[in-house]
């Protein structure tokens, strides 16, 4: 299950899963979407890795960004 955290000015949801474990380590995979006229931009990273596990139409200074505002939401919680 994906919980909502927050939408961008341009569209972009950003939603969370659940803590889970995987290999002994506490883990979170972070989903990012925006429609498009062909359909949606999706991207997924797994953390505490930054491990991005898809990547669908968003940029590479798009992805950047995410990894910008993954790293500022984890150092202020």
């Given amino acids: 299950m994906m919980y909502p ?16 474990e995987e ?3 506490q883990c979170v995979a972070v989903h990012f979407e925006r429609p498009t006229e062909e359909g949606f931009d999706s991207a ?4 505490p ?10 940029t590479d ?6 990894e910008q505002l993954l790293n500022q939401q ?3 919680k």
């Fill in 61 to 66: 200074d798009e992805i950047a960004m995410f």
């Fill in 74 to 76: 984890l150092t202020i």
């Fill in 5 to 20: 955290y927050m939408t961008l000015s341009d569209g972009t949801e950003i939603v969370h899963s659940h803590i889970f």
């Fill in 49 to 58: 890795k930054y491990k991005w596990i898809l990547r669908e139409g968003y």
């Fill in 23 to 25: 290999n002994g380590m």
């Fill in 44 to 47: 997924r990273c797994e953390l």
